[in-house]
């Protein structure tokens, strides 16, 4: 390990948000998926492979947290299922007002998912 390499400490994530907050999908996936012990790949990986675990670590990171337009098309099944609701309630409620808020909801959505990328944020 380098004196300039990064540290980061593992933390769990538990919190309420409102239901039309932007990252309420990310939200519910972050606390899901908290209760998992999230190094029991890498370790694996690690023993096999002899890469250590916190080069692997940065692998992952570097992988698919900056893989852009890769990272960008995994949404997970709870952003799909936001998507769909806004479409939905919007359908059923068959306005022009409606349309305009699932279309300000989904715009929520793809500057979620553009953060952090090079695109520009709306």
């Known amino acids: 390990m380098r004196d300039d390499d990064p ?20 939200k519910a996936d972050v606390a899901a998926y908290g209760h998992l012990d999230a190094l029991a790949t890498v370790r694996g990986l690690s023993d096999a492979s002899g890469v250590p675990v916190g080069a692997l670590v940065h692998y992952v990171l570097a992988r698919w947290a900056s893989g ?3 990272a960008i098309l995994e949404l997970g099944i709870s952003g799909v299922d936001h ?33 952090g990328t090079d695109g520009d944020a709306f």
């Open 7 to 26: 540290a980061v400490r593992l933390e769990r994530f538990d919190g309420d948000w409102p239901a039309d907050d932007a990252f309420a999908g990310l």
């Open 68 to 70: 852009g337009s890769d």
């Open 83 to 115: 998507l769909e609701r806004l479409i939905a309630n919007a359908e059923v409620a068959g306005t022009d007002e409606a349309r305009l808020e699932a279309y300000a909801g989904i715009r929520d959505v793809i500057a979620w998912l553009r953060a």
